[in-house]
């Protein structure tokens, strides 16, 4: 069985903040790929990253990195120097091979000014 | 273009009435899907097509009929709908079927049933 567990269901910080959102995973596949999505207000899923299950290289892309971790099954995102255009509802999910995406739950990150 | 169209983007009806979502991409992905989102709650899987084939119905009430003209469009027809049907409905696509396509989702269409 496939799960993703976002055990944060709302975090809030102060604009400039680090702040580190969780994900933890459980799958019996061996190849497999994780993605965190960014669900604004508007409602649009907003693409933010893409691992596959062979790759634990850390990932970072201006102020957000990733933190992919096999042996803790986690894969962790940080957005270091929030700002208020942060806050949105953040999504971990999992693939196989299939067309289906396992969703955690979400993480609500509010950024306050 | 990178974008995922979703008509239209409110929608209020009746339990009786008949009504259509409509979705359009022009990325050239052959594969496209329909999510059902209630509030707080992760997007769930309704339905995909694949190359313009239903491959996965996620044992949705046949209330919810989905349609797949062409590579570009996808539609859900909505007949008999109950105030639990309640939600933002979205559509993604991806290039391929592969599990390493990253999908593309539309804004959604948010469906209130009354």
């Known amino acids: 069985a496939q799960k993703v567990t976002q055990a944060q269901t709302e975090i809030s910080v102060v604009e400039k903040e680090d702040v580190t959102l969780d994900c933890v995973y459980e799958t019996r596949d061996t190849t497999y790929y994780l993605f965190w999505y960014k669900q604004p207000p508007s409602g649009e899923l907003v693409f933010l990253i893409r691992r596959n299950s062979f790759d634990e290289q850390n990932e970072i892309s201006g102020r957000y990195s990733w933190n992919f971790q096999k042996s803790t099954s986690s894969f962790n995102f940080t957005i270091t120097a929030s700002q208020v255009v942060d806050s949105a509802v953040y999504f971990c999910?999992?693939?196989?091979?299939?067309?289906?995406?396992?969703f955690g739950s979400g993480t609500k990150l509010n950024v306050k000014p | 273009d990178t974008e995922v169209t979703q008509t239209p983007k409110h929608l209020v009806m009746g339990m009786t009435n008949k009504k259509s979502l409509k979705c359009e991409q022009h990325?050239?992905?052959?594969?496209m899907y329909w999510y059902k989102q209630k509030a707080k709650k992760p997007p769930e899987l309704m339905f995909v097509?694949?190359?313009?084939?239903?491959?996965i119905n996620e044992s949705v009430p046949s209330r919810f009929s989905p349609e797949c003209p062409n590579s570009s469009l996808l539609n859900l027809h909505l007949h008999a709908l109950q105030p639990e049907d309640s939600a933002l409905y979205l559509c993604?696509?991806?290039?391929?079927?592969?599990?390493?396509?990253?999908?593309?989702f539309g804004q959604g269409t948010r469906l209130t049933v009354v």
């Open positions: 097509y694949s190359y313009e084939k239903l491959s």
């Open positions: 990325m050239g992905h052959r594969a």
């Open positions: 993604a696509s991806s290039q391929g079927g592969g599990a390493w396509t990253e999908a593309f």
């Open positions: 999910a999992l693939r196989r091979n299939f067309n289906k995406f396992y």
